[in-house]
């Protein structure tokens, strides 16, 4: 095996923790969940820093890379919010916007062509807002801290936040590829 291969098959093994995340915080046990949590978080820091930096980037990352954020983070929200700790409308919103923007991937390569992983700046800023809610929150169940609660009042200033991101980013990216493919079947015409 190639070391080139190696961001990918970290990237591999952070989709293999999404259900033992998951079934952890289902089942309450949030301490071990955190841990597996932070553990994916390193290993997404470390495959990008390989793959930047030897120059070992390919297009099954660009695609798993997001892919596996994007289930960690359904695993966590959907736990969240299983514990209490995430309200459901909170939940509909990130995980609508990431069905949208699948079914547009499929869409776009359907009747366009191939799908390029780029993520938008706006939808780095939502995916960084969206994990430091998500661990912000598994923290406090798994270390229950007086001045750290899931029920604190500054959550619901994150969890604004957290939808303002998710729904510009998710605007943008339809306007942003709904103008691409109309570029692209204009040229075509």
Partial sequence: ????????????????????????M?????????WIALAAGASDALDGALAK???????????????????LIAACFVGL?????LPGW???????RDAVIVAGAFAYHALIGPVEGRPTLASKLNTAAQIALALGLLTAL?????WLQPDAPYWKAAHALVALLTLLSGLHYIGAWGAL?????????
């Fill in 90 to 96: 909170l939940l509909m919103l990130v995980l609508g």
């Fill in 1 to 24: 095996m190639s070391w080139r291969y190696l961001p990918n098959l970290i990237t591999a093994a952070r989709i293999a923790m999404v259900p033992p995340l998951f079934w952890l």
């Fill in 142 to 146: 798994a270390f229950p801290l007086p």
């Fill in 181 to 189: 493919a109309w570029r692209q079947r204009r040229g075509r015409s």
């Fill in 53 to 71: 930096g030897f120059g070992w980037q390919s297009r099954l990352g660009g695609l798993l890379d997001p892919l596996a954020d994007k289930l």
């Fill in 81 to 85: 919010w299983s514990a209490g700790a």
């Fill in 26 to 34: 289902r089942d309450g046990d949030y301490r071990l969940a955190f």
